[in-house]
């Protein structure tokens, strides 16, 4: 099972700002490298939502209308990090978020918003805005 690895979330008032972390630590991506990274969610209730996403090779970024302006979406390309930087949280940000890593192709013939585009995924992290 290819792995990646998520840190940071948390609890945090409206108005605030959070950092999430996601590390494709895998020797998988070793051997094959990244095409794109995504960001997705999912709020008690609803289903799973598009965020943010990152076109490895040109860092071409990808945001759902509900947080452009807001999340801003990074990479560390030697590291194989991604970020997701979240400021002015609101309490309709409140989910579980969780990264993902893009199939071959992404950014060009698959659709960044999609979670089908994506193969592996994080195992989540809680984010909490209270009002």
């Known amino acids: 099972q290819v792995q990646l690895v998520q840190s940071g979330g948390g609890l945090v008032q409206a108005g605030g700002s959070l950092t999430l972390s996601c590390a494709a630590s895998?020797?998988?991506?070793?051997?094959?490298?990244?095409?794109?990274m995504g960001w997705f969610r999912q709020a008690p209730g609803k289903e799973r939502e598009f965020v943010s996403a990152?076109?490895?090779?040109?860092?071409?970024?990808y945001y759902a209308d509900s947080v452009l302006g807001r999340f801003t979406i990074s990479r560390d390309s030697a590291e194989n990090m991604v970020y997701l930087q979240m400021n002015s949280l609101i309490p309709e940000d409140t989910a579980v978020y969780y990264c993902a890593n893009g199939r071959p192709g992404f950014g060009t013939n698959i659709n960044a918003y999609q979670a089908t585009s994506y193969n592996f995924w994080g195992q989540g992290t809680q984010v909490t805005v209270s009002s």
């Open positions: 990152i076109r490895w090779s040109t860092a071409n970024t």
């Open positions: 895998d020797g998988y991506f070793n051997i094959y490298g990244i095409y794109g």
